[in-house]
């Protein structure tokens, strides 16, 4: 596991049960393809929190959670091993640009570092730049199916 990381004014850490109502009003502006349900989100957050292949990291300011990321790895056969995928990553909107989401990115990295990873990536439609400030290069279409 991953311990905390600080700065000046900002340390990121493994979520919480305490992060839970910031974690859910965070990952409600992050959807536009679903609804969150309330009670769905309590029921997977609760699993996440036992999933020790998942890593669900919050950016807090002055004990106020500002952001999240939500990430995991899995056993593949093309990499020989572990790959990450970056899942979500949401920062409050009047802490954008401050380097919130590059700290939660760092974190998870060294995580899936931890742990054998041998690639990170994941899926954007907002955030390229972002990604790509961060070293990340495109690589692949994403492709979906709604079940």
């Known amino acids: 596991m991953m311990g905390t990381i600080m700065t000046s004014n900002l340390?990121?850490?493994?979520?919480?049960?305490?992060?839970?109502?910031a974690v859910f009003y965070l990952a409600r502006d992050l959807a536009t393809s679903f609804e969150v349900d309330r009670q769905e989100f309590d029921?997977?957050?609760?699993?996440?929190?036992?999933?020790?292949?998942?890593?669900?990291?919050?950016a807090e300011s002055n004990a106020e959670?500002?952001?999240y990321l939500l990430g995991l790895d899995h056993l593949t056969f093309y990499a020989?091993?572990?790959?990450?995928?970056?899942?979500?990553v949401v920062v409050r909107q009047d802490w954008r640009r401050r380097g919130v989401g590059q700290a939660l990115t760092v974190a998870f990295e060294s995580w899936t570092a931890n742990r054998g990873a041998k690639l990170i990536a994941l899926a954007t439609r907002r955030a390229a730049k972002f990604y790509q400030s961060l070293g990340y290069e495109e690589s692949a279409t994403y492709f979906r199916k709604l079940v």
């Open 43 to 58: 029921s997977v957050f609760d699993r996440i929190q036992r999933e020790d292949s998942i890593w669900l990291g919050v």
């Open 65 to 67: 959670v500002i952001g």
């Open 80 to 88: 020989n091993g572990r790959v990450a995928w970056i899942e979500e």
């Open 11 to 21: 340390l990121i850490r493994l979520a919480k049960d305490a992060d839970r109502d």
